[in-house]
């Protein structure tokens, strides 16, 4: 073992240079034979460079190993794809093993901490470690070091600080000129902020960070950019799910205080938190208020800036926030956490000014009436009013914008009459009963009668039973290319499963609010055969046993179960073989079965 450590070493510090691959290969094969060898390649980045490098591993099967590590995912399954190993993806350290890399006798209280700086990053830890060591176990030193450690990033500092700057920029300039641009963006974002996956790269696409490539759309390439900015390990997913897409995610504190120092040195990103009020950059393009008191001197500061305007967003509680009159170069606006704060129907009512405006999200529980002028935001693609309790209903002007893709509104806001003339609309939430539900039906089946690229494709619909079954019954009502469909919530139940849900075979996500169920309305979900994830919420036990014969649920990868109240449903599963399986549902004995604090059983079964 020793001998064979020695050679490997000796060849490792020989071939740090590369040399012509054909003498490379030669030299390895005959280090390596006949023992068995184990060679290590470390911090790979590339996938071409790997390719370059297979030429020169030699081929034998006698129990040798090859070792890779990369931090970037396309690289390491190029790897696996070539030599037919295991990819092992390693996780954020949990809070005990990052404390092993810490040995702290009188200064334990400040552990957590400093540690949670780290986020769970061997290289962070150790780095912070170094600095921490240099110090002496006064309170008041270490206290400055985890301030400072954000404003360190900025203006340098301390030695090891700056290694860990290196080394993070390092990645960040590895990134193509996309991925950076949008990774800068996400300084937007507090710190240990859950970001939402979607909300995100709508931002992305309204601040024209994303362009089509390949013919894909660009919600499909903005898409590509977070899973690669995962893969690249420079965002954290959070919550994945049955499709292996992460719904959120969260960036951890040393790469987020490094992002913000590049947005701030480029006048990328302009940050206000708090009280804090330092002197504006002669231009503000992108503003960020985060849980922000400052008084009116400092809006009336942001106002005369405006022209340069491109983004306004809003985290947490905002005690003012400025009229949105003459931002003309705005193209973003989202307020969001905004309930407690001064945002009321005056602060929108000149919106129509901002032309450019592509997405719109407004969260205040004073907006309760939009302007007529909301129409003439030609460009605007994202509509997001959830929060705005108090609005009731929409201007009819809003049928105007035919470029809006995404509408969402709180539950209970009626939508305008011409719904259906919104030629370009792919999502819409939440769907309310109104005077004529007939006029009704019949403007929302006009979505229908789109071409395939702009179809509607996610459907929420919560109101009475008769408009769920005219809506999805109906021979006008066909909705050939809807992928995703949630139809009842709280208060809203149907009573059975709509039969014309047959005919979506494009179906892959179905959510149910339904009384109870009959076995009739299991066969209609079986008959559903690209049907992915299924969620069942019932509110009473079926009065017979259900059954799901193979082939039911064929496609299916995630099937989660909800009972409320009343006697306890209990959920068998069973596979009946390699390819399909079998679900039944019958009644049991309350008492035996299994139950959370809330009376409700929940079962979630993966494929």
Same mark, same amino acid.
């Given at each position: 073992?020793?001998? $064979?450590? %020695?050679?490997?070493?000796?060849?490792?510090?020989?071939?740090?240079?590369?040399?012509?691959? /054909?003498?490379?290969?030669?030299?390895?094969?005959?280090?390596?034979?006949?023992?068995?060898?184990?060679?290590?390649?470390?911090?790979?980045?590339?996938?071409?460079?790997?390719?370059?490098?297979?030429?020169?591993?030699?081929?034998?099967?006698?129990?040798?190993?090859?070792?890779?590590?990369?931090?970037?995912?396309?690289?390491?399954?190029?790897?696996?794809?070539?030599?037919?190993?295991?990819?092992?993806?390693?996780?954020?350290?949990?809070?005990?093993?990052?404390?092993?890399?810490?040995?702290?006798? &009188?200064?334990?209280?400040?552990?957590?901490?400093?540690?949670?700086?780290?986020?769970?990053?061997?290289?962070?830890?150790?780095?912070?470690?170094?600095?921490?060591? &240099?110090?002496?176990?006064?309170?008041?030193?270490?206290?400055?070091?985890?301030?400072?450690?954000?404003? $360190?990033?900025?203006?340098?500092?301390?030695?090891?600080?700056?290694?860990?700057?290196?080394?993070?920029?390092?990645?960040?300039?590895?990134?193509?000129?996309?991925?950076?641009?949008?990774?800068?963006?996400?300084?937007?974002?507090?710190?240990?902020?859950?970001?939402?996956?979607?909300?995100?790269?709508?931002?992305?696409?309204?601040?024209?960070?994303?362009?089509?490539?390949?013919?894909?759309?660009?919600?499909?390439?903005?898409?590509?950019?977070?899973?690669?900015?995962?893969?690249?390990?420079?965002?954290?997913?959070?919550?994945?799910?049955?499709?292996?897409?992460?719904?959120?995610?969260?960036?951890?504190?040393?790469? %987020?205080?490094?992002?913000?120092?590049?947005?701030?040195?480029?006048?990328?990103?302009?940050?206000?938190?708090?009280?804090?009020?330092?002197?504006?950059?002669?231009?503000?393009?992108?503003?960020?208020?985060?849980?922000?008191?400052?008084?009116?001197?400092?809006?009336?500061?942001?106002?005369?800036?405006?022209? %340069?305007?491109?983004?306004?967003?809003?985290?947490?509680?905002?005690?003012?926030?400025? /009229?949105?009159?003459?931002?003309?170069?705005?193209?973003?606006?989202?307020?969001?956490?905004?309930?407690?704060?001064?945002?009321? &129907?005056?602060?929108?009512?000149?919106?129509?000014?901002?032309?450019?405006?592509?997405?719109?999200?407004? &969260?205040?529980?004073?907006?309760?009436?939009?302007?007529?002028?909301?129409?003439?935001?030609?460009?605007?693609?994202?509509?997001?009013?959830?929060?705005?309790?108090?609005l009731r209903k929409l201007p009819p002007t809003i049928v105007r914008l035919q470029k809006l893709e995404r509408l969402f509104v709180e539950e209970g806001t009626k939508l305008p009459d011409e719904i259906g003339n919104m030629q370009n609309l792919q999502e819409l939430s939440d769907v309310f009963s109104c005077e004529n539900c007939v006029k009704f039906v019949e403007q929302l089946s006009k979505l229908t009668k789109l071409t395939a690229e702009h179809s509607l494709r996610s459907l929420w619909i919560y109101c009475e039973d008769p408009i769920i079954h005219a809506l999805i019954g109906g021979s006008c009502c066909n909705f050939p290319h809807l992928k995703r469909l949630e139809i009842g919530t709280w208060p809203y139940k149907i009573s059975q499963v709509p039969k014309g849900m047959i005919h979506l075979a494009n179906l892959v996500d179905v959510r149910i609010n339904i009384k109870t169920m009959a076995q009739e309305d299991i066969g209609?979900?079986?008959?559903?055969?690209?049907?992915?994830?299924?969620?069942?919420?019932?509110?009473?036990?079926?009065?017979?046993?259900?059954?799901?014969?193979?082939?039911?649920?064929?496609?299916?990868? /995630?099937?989660?179960? %909800?009972?409320?109240?009343?006697?306890?449903?209990?959920?068998?599963?069973?596979?009946?073989?390699?390819?399909?399986?079998?679900?039944?549902?019958?009644?049991?004995?309350?008492? $035996?079965?299994?139950?959370?604090?809330?009376?409700?059983?929940?079962?979630?079964?993966?494929?």
């Amino acid at each position: 073992m020793k001998k $064979t450590t %020695h050679r490997l070493k000796m060849l490792w510090a020989r071939y740090d240079v590369a040399w012509k691959i /054909q003498e490379v290969k030669g030299r390895v094969m005959e280090e390596s034979q006949p023992e068995m060898y184990i060679i290590v390649i470390d911090d790979l980045w590339r996938t071409q460079d790997w390719e370059f490098m297979t030429l020169a591993l030699p081929e034998d099967k006698n129990g040798s190993r090859i070792l890779v590590t990369t931090r970037i995912m396309d690289v390491a399954k190029s790897c696996r794809s070539q030599i037919g190993d295991q990819l092992l993806e390693m996780a954020p350290l949990n809070d005990t093993d990052s404390q092993r890399f810490v040995v702290l006798v &009188n200064c334990k209280k400040f552990l957590a901490v400093s540690l949670k700086k780290c986020g769970g990053l061997p290289l962070a830890i150790i780095t912070l470690a170094s600095v921490l060591a &240099n110090k002496s176990e006064r309170k008041e030193e270490w206290e400055m070091v985890l301030h400072s450690i954000g404003s $360190t990033l900025e203006n340098g500092g301390d030695l090891q600080l700056q290694t860990m700057r290196n080394i993070l920029l390092l990645s960040f300039y590895d990134l193509p000129y996309y991925l950076k641009t949008c990774l800068l963006y996400m300084s937007m974002y507090p710190k240990d902020y859950e970001i939402d996956r979607k909300q995100l790269i709508w931002r992305w696409i309204a601040e024209g960070f994303v362009t089509e490539q390949g013919g894909d759309s660009m919600e499909k390439t903005a898409e590509c950019y977070f899973s690669e900015l995962i893969n690249r390990s420079m965002i954290q997913p959070i919550y994945v799910e049955y499709d292996g897409r992460a719904r959120a995610c969260g960036i951890h504190d040393t790469v %987020h205080d490094l992002i913000i120092s590049l947005s701030i040195q480029d006048n990328f990103v302009t940050i206000l938190s708090g009280n804090e009020c330092n002197s504006f950059p002669d231009k503000i393009r992108r503003l960020s208020l985060q849980s922000c008191c400052a008084g009116v001197p400092v809006m009336q500061a942001i106002v005369s800036n405006k022209s %340069h305007f491109r983004s306004l967003c809003s985290f947490g509680f905002i005690r003012r926030i400025p /009229q949105l009159s003459g931002f003309h170069s705005l193209r973003l606006v989202d307020l969001d956490g905004c309930e407690s704060s001064d945002l009321e &129907n005056h602060h929108i009512r000149n919106i129509g000014s901002s032309f450019q405006l592509r997405y719109l999200r407004l &969260n205040g529980s004073r907006i309760s009436k939009l302007p007529q002028e909301i129409g003439s935001l030609q460009y605007l693609e994202n509509l997001d009013l959830r929060g705005c309790g108090l609005l009731r209903k929409l201007p009819p002007t809003i049928v105007r914008l035919q470029k809006l893709e995404r509408l969402f509104v709180e539950e209970g806001t009626k939508l305008p009459d011409e719904i259906g003339n919104m030629q370009n609309l792919q999502e819409l939430s939440d769907v309310f009963s109104c005077e004529n539900c007939v006029k009704f039906v019949e403007q929302l089946s006009k979505l229908t009668k789109l071409t395939a690229e702009h179809s509607l494709r996610s459907l929420w619909i919560y109101c009475e039973d008769p408009i769920i079954h005219a809506l999805i019954g109906g021979s006008c009502c066909n909705f050939p290319h809807l992928k995703r469909l949630e139809i009842g919530t709280w208060p809203y139940k149907i009573s059975q499963v709509p039969k014309g849900m047959i005919h979506l075979a494009n179906l892959v996500d179905v959510r149910i609010n339904i009384k109870t169920m009959a076995q009739e309305d299991i066969g209609i979900l079986m008959g559903m055969s690209n049907l992915i994830s299924l969620h069942i919420y019932l509110w009473d036990h079926p009065n017979e046993r259900l059954i799901v014969n193979n082939p039911g649920f064929s496609s299916l990868k /995630q099937f989660l179960f %909800h009972c409320f109240g009343g006697p306890t449903v209990g959920l068998n599963l069973y596979r009946v073989n390699q390819e399909a399986r079998g679900v039944v549902m019958d009644k049991v004995d309350p008492e $035996t079965a299994t139950r959370d604090g809330s009376n409700t059983q929940k079962v979630t079964f993966w494929n």
